[in-house]
C-alpha cells in the first residue's frame, strides 16, 4: 500500500509542479493588462485541480505508458542487433 500512495503522491506533485512551471512562464510573459484577474483565478482553479485522485492516476498512467514504451524500443533494438548479427554470419559464411 505504502508503494501505491508514494506514486500516487509524486505523480500529483509531478503534475502540479508542471502547472505552477506553465502559470509562472505565461505571468512571466504577460503584462499586468494581458494577466486578467480571470485568468489569475483560472490558473488557480486548474493548479487546485491538480491535486486530485484523478489527475494522480493520469500522471502514473503517462509515467508507465513511457516505461513501456521504452521498454519495446530496447527489446526491438536488440532484436535488429540479433538480426544483424545473423546475417553478418550469414555473410561470413558464404564468403568461405
Given amino acids: 500500500m505504502w508503494c501505491g500512495t508514494r506514486i500516487m503522491t509524486n ?3 509531478l503534475r502540479r509542479a508542471n ?3 506553465d502559470i509562472e512562464t505565461r ?3 504577460a503584462d499586468a493588462s494581458s494577466y486578467t484577474l480571470g485568468r489569475a483565478l483560472a490558473d488557480a482553479i486548474n493548479y487546485h485541480g ?3 485522485l484523478v489527475a494522480g492516476l493520469e500522471e502514473a498512467h503517462k509515467a508507465v505508458s ?3 514504451t521504452l521498454t519495446g524500443i530496447n527489446k526491438l533494438e536488440r532484436v535488429m542487433q540479433g538480426i544483424d548479427k545473423l546475417r553478418s554470419l550469414g ?5 568461405n
Fill in 19 to 21: 502547472k505552477l512551471i
Fill in 11 to 13: 505523480a500529483i506533485s
Fill in 27 to 29: 505571468r512571466k510573459d
Fill in 50 to 52: 491538480a491535486c486530485s
Fill in 66 to 68: 513511457t516505461i513501456e
Fill in 91 to 95: 555473410a561470413q559464411g558464404a564468403g
